[in-house]
């Protein structure tokens, strides 16, 4: 059965202070690993795909990378707008089109 | 502009009633999901679409219905059989490969 955790479940930064986010999937096959945000009360806001091992993707202070056992959401000197809940997906090679999430990880960042 | 319209954004049920929750896209993806999202429960996939006339069901399917009758549209009915609906709904939709899109989700409540 395909399974995703997420870690830290709660994380709390004071503005500019690094950090990173894990994901650690098993899944038959990987077709695509997905990261998300979502804020209170609204859907989750897609952020990167990435398809295999060594992949890297940036998006201003966001940067995620993927290994054939985990992913990792990089946050470089982050600001409190950055605070959210992020989601990791994976979807499996195969005839399903089925995602499965992690249970997130809320990010608090204090000014 | 394209994306995924899920009506109505707040939901109230009384006992034993079944009600529909609406979920359209535009994107002319072929896949289509329903999750149910409660507090530090992440996303559970309730059934989800990879075809016109076709559907699965998910993690959660009992006490929940779907139908696909054209591309654009999947709506999701829970009904009475569901002892404890209240939860926010959210509605994805992907291609294959591709993150999915989500919309931005009913809120649904027992009164």
């Known amino acids: 059965e395909d399974q995703v955790t997420q870690s830290p479940e709660a994380l709390r930064l004071q503005e500019g202070e690094s950090s990173s986010l894990n994901c650690s999937y098993t899944?038959?096959?990987?077709?695509?690993l997905f990261w998300y945000r979502q804020d209170p009360g609204k859907g989750p806001e897609f952020l990167f795909t990435?398809?295999?091992a060594g992949e890297e993707k940036e998006k201003e202070r966001l940067k995620a990378t993927l290994t054939k056992k985990e992913s990792f959401l990089h946050i470089t000197a982050p600001k409190p707008e950055d605070s959210a809940t992020y989601l990791c997906?994976?979807?499996?090679?195969?005839?399903?089109?089925?995602?499965?999430f992690g249970k997130g990880t809320k990010l608090t960042v204090n000014p | 502009d394209g994306g995924i319209t899920q009506s109505p954004k707040y939901l109230f049920r009384k006992e034993g009633q079944n009600v529909t929750l609406s979920c359209e896209q535009n994107?002319?993806?072929?896949?289509m999901y329903w999750y149910r999202q409660d507090p530090g429960q992440g996303l559970r996939l309730i059934y989800y679409?990879?075809?016109?006339?076709?559907?699965q069901k998910g993690d959660i399917a009992e006490g929940y219905s779907v139908s696909r009758e054209k591309k654009e549209s999947f709506p999701l009915t829970v009904t009475s059989a569901q002892k404890n609906p209240t939860a926010f709904y959210l509605c994805?939709?992907?291609?294959?490969?591709?993150?999915?899109?989500f919309g931005q989700g009913t809120r649904l409540t027992v009164v």
């Open positions: 994805a939709s992907t291609q294959r490969g591709l993150g999915a899109f």
């Open positions: 899944v038959s096959g990987l077709r695509g």
């Open positions: 990435l398809y295999s």
């Open positions: 994107l002319n993806h072929d896949a």
């Open positions: 679409s990879q075809i016109v006339n076709d559907f």
């Open positions: 997906a994976v979807q499996a090679r195969g005839g399903s089109e089925k995602l499965v």
